[in-house]
């Protein structure tokens, strides 16, 4: 069983930077692929950023490419999402997402066991 809870939400205005933490239990965290996704009012919830373990893989949605980058620690059990260049488009409720039945990162949520309660952007024009 794994556990997962994000931080680091918040009101920023466009331009801004935010960095969002999601931190892990259990003992196997390491192993698990990791992914960002976002849900905005009225949407289905979206692919935004994954990344394999091992740290040897990365993957981005086109609309946040140059602009977010994933990171893991795995001492830390947490995994990292930072956010640049921030638009208001970009607000949404942020879930991290652990995928323990693989080793490659993908973009489907349908593909994740584990999900956190998620956590408010929210990017003001």
């Known amino acids: 069983q794994v556990q997962l809870v994000e931080s680091g939400g918040g009101l920023v205005q466009a331009g801004g930077s935010l960095r969002l933490s999601c931190a892990a239990s259990g003992r196997t965290f390491g192993r698990y692929p990791m992914g960002w996704f976002r849900q905005a009012p009225g949407k289905e919830r979206a692919f935004v950023a994954a990344?394999?373990?091992?740290?040897?893989?990365?993957y981005y949605a086109n609309s946040v490419k140059g602009r977010f980058t994933i990171s893991r620690d795995n001492a830390k059990n947490t995994v990292y999402l930072q956010m640049n260049s921030l638009k208001p488009e970009d607000t949404a409720v942020y879930y991290c997402a652990a995928r323990s039945r693989a080793v490659v990162a993908t973009s489907s949520p349908a593909d994740y066991d584990y999900w956190g309660q998620g956590t408010q952007v929210t990017v003001s024009s």
């Open positions: 990344i394999s373990w091992g740290l040897g893989n990365f």
